[in-house]
């Protein structure tokens, strides 16, 4: 893996250097996740409904742009926590390009109800939509309802690991018995893990979704699964 430094309007550029070079493909990042649309031949429903592409791969010689994330989180709830989110009802805290990702997923993958509490209100209608049916948007008050509340908010970014520190939502709307995903992994333990932890949830942390949104990549680039243990002990170790 080779990580290339791409100036803002380059993306379309960066895709002709891939079918050049025969690159096996790209993991793309911001600010380019939209920027890279034109140049492809085709994108994923998850890609086409989000307007917004992080991965890209060959599929029978034509170049295919993904949205990995939504699914990265779905498959590492599975994979690694034994949670189905089929017929769960769920809430997602923020609405920015990994909320969006979130709720498409889990609708996708069969979420009950998908409930989309952000600080700017128009924002979370955009995020909900994206749920169809599934989607609404919600308060505060919701939270104690939800299966499983996922942060998707950039909250707690850079908190001291596992310290009290600013969380997405007041620590008494977690319950015991929730399931409480933070995607922030920087710390690994957030102060919204800290706080789930202490009332009886169950915290995951936002490493597996990091894990699993990239080996779905890989998977599409080398028609092998990776080795998720070796990749789960790499992101850990930061
Ligand atoms: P983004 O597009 O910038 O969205 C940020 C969201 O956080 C917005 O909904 C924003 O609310 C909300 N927010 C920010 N500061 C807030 C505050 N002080 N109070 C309440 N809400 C606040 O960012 P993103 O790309 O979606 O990423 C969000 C987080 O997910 C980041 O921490 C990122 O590292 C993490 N992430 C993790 C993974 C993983 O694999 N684990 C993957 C992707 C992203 P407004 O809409 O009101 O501005």
């Not at 803002?8 to 920027?35: C, F, I, Q, S, Y």
């Not at 209608?125 to 505060?140: D, H, K, P, T």
């Not at 922030?184 to 333990?189: A, G, H, K």
């Amino acid at each position: 893996m080779v990580a290339f430094d791409v100036p803002d309007g380059g993306a379309e550029g960066a895709v002709a250097a891939v079918r050049a070079l025969h690159l096996g493909g790209l993991m793309v990042t911001m600010p380019h996740k939209a920027a890279v649309i034109p140049a492809l031949d085709s994108l994923t429903p998850a890609a086409q409904a989000l307007g917004a592409v992080n991965s890209i791969s060959w599929v029978g010689g034509t170049l295919v742009g993904h949205n990995t994330d939504g699914e990265g989180l779905v498959r590492s709830l599975r994979h690694d926590s034994e949670v189905d989110v089929a017929r769960r009802r769920c809430v997602v805290l923020g609405a920015g390009g990994a909320a969006r990702s979130v709720v498409h997923a889990l609708v996708v993958a069969g979420a009950s109800e998908v409930v989309v509490v952000n600080r700017t209100p128009d924002k979370a209608a955009v995020a909900a939509a994206l749920g169809g049916a599934a989607g609404r948007v919600g308060q505060v008050d919701d939270i104690v309802q939800a299966d499983i509340v996922i942060n998707a908010t950039s909250v707690g970014m850079g908190a001291p690991a596992g310290a009290s520190g600013p969380l997405p939502c007041p620590a008494d709307s977690l319950r015991r018995g929730q399931i409480v995903v933070d995607l922030v992994y920087q710390p690994i333990v957030t102060p919204l893990l800290a706080a789930a932890a202490a009332c009886g949830a169950q915290p995951v942390d936002g490493i597996g979704m990091l894990v699993h949104q990239a080996a779905i990549s890989l998977e599409r680039w080398t028609g092998e699964l990776p080795e998720l243990a070796v990749m789960h002990r790499a992101a850990r170790a930061g």
